[in-house]
């Protein structure tokens, strides 16, 4: 099992302790060799009884909690999941597309699985059908459509705003591979097959992008970042048919024919001095975006005048950052993770050249490292984080500094936490 770091020196990020490359390494260790078994959750009793409890307790009050849940059971453990565009409205439920991945010991090969999933509307799913829902098996609301044998792990999944069919994902190497959902054949996860071939590769990257990855909500731009310290930019305009006017898309394929299925960079900026961890555009803007790393540092980029950072702030947090998160609501407002266990919220209308602007908030209610940041979709003070504490927290900041009622809340609440959702054994992966 991997040793967990001393509190001033946090874990670095990769794979989680219990994933399939560490446990194959322990048991050639262990037993000279052969097939490591399957792996659910993390190492050490102690940790394990912890979780299980947390787990028990909170399966107590799903009820309580919840309009309406399901639970899906996979073979391998996911490292990814991403939800996609709700594909029909119904009176009582929604069906929405849903990515997930499996990462295998190599017996069989990594997939990346395509569902559609029927969410169903508030206040309609009865009480007694959610206390009794079954983890250990797969969810009747929960329905394969496509899987695809993707070449490596599956670490990062982002769809295309402009085409609901487009998607890219990053795995252990230095390209962006891009995949058509509708085009790509259905595959069969078994021993010796070969993997699917992406419809576009994008490449730029010296090193493995392993982590950071965005798409852009103003055009069809990809961005990356990864262990070369660098950040990428693609356009992919010329390669991916956008949507029509009306909003309906053709059933054949919307990647157009090209002389090379490889896409060179529009740019590449360096400023970072470590492994960049995340990166996210800003919302109404193709040229503008913000990337942090393990240098523990916000950077802000704007591609129109040139590859140097506008801004930067050295000491983001105490810790590395793994994530970060633009408001498309506000687009003053930028969330961070970090290894520290926190969530910073910085207002860059505050941020100097100098590289001088403290966080409006530091938001602290996780007891491990910060994985993921999400605003949330719907309201503008509204956000998720999750981490490796395996808690899944929805904070308010409009909320910080509000007088509660008595007795409303425990006086050790954290400021802006409102929910708490405990619902894995092992880090939750955020898919507001």
Known sequence: MEATPPPSEPRKRGRPKGSTKAKAEKDKETSGGGTP??????????????????????????????????????????????????????????????????????????????????????????????????????????????????PGEVNRIRELPQNKNIIATHTDCPEVLIWDVEAQPNRNALLGAQDSVPD????????????????????????????????????????????????????????????????????????????VEDVQFCPSSSQQFCSVGDDSCLILWDARIGSNPVFKAEKAHNADLHCVDWNSHDENYIL??????????????????????????KFEGHSAAVLCVQWSPDKCSVFGSSAEDGLLNIWDYEKVGQK???????????????????????????II
């Open 404 to 430: 509660e009622e008595t007795g409303s809340k425990s006086p050790s609440t954290p400021e802006g936490l409102f929910f708490q959702h405990a619902g894995h054994r092992w880090m939750p992966l955020l």
């Open 336 to 361: 961070t993770g970090s290894a520290d266990h926190t969530v910073c919220m910085f207002d860059r209308r505050n941020l100097t050249s100098d590289g001088n602007g403290m966080p409006v908030h």
């Open 37 to 150: 078994a399957k792996m659910r959750g993390s190492g050490g009793d102690k940790k394990n009884t912890t979780a299980d409890e947390t787990y028990t307790h909170w399966k107590q009050l799903v009820p309580v909690l919840y309009d309406w849940l399901a639970s899906h059971n996979l073979v391998w453990p996911s490292l990814s999941c991403r939800w996609g565009p709700v594909l029909e409205r119904g009176t009582y439920k929604n069906k929405q597309r849903l990515y997930l991945s499996e990462q295998t010991d190599h017996t069989q090969p990594n997939t990346l699985i395509i569902a559609n999933c029927e969410v169903v509307k508030p206040r309609v799913a009865a009480e007694n059908h959610i206390a009794n829902f079954n983890e250990d098996a797969r969810s009747p609301y929960v329905k394969k459509y496509k899987t695809i044998l993707h």
């Open 200 to 275: 576009l590769v994008l490449s730029g990257h010296e090193d493995n992008a392993e982590f950071a990855l965005a798409m852009c909500p103003a055009e069809p731009f990809v961005l990356s970042g990864g262990k070369d310290k660098t950040v990428v930019l693609w356009s992919i305009q010329d390669h991916v048919s956008t949507l029509a006017t009306d909003g309906n898309q053709s059933a054949s394929s919307i990647v157009k024919a090209a002389d090379t299925s490889t896409v060179g960079p529009r740019g590449v900026f360096q400023g970072h001095t470590d492994t």
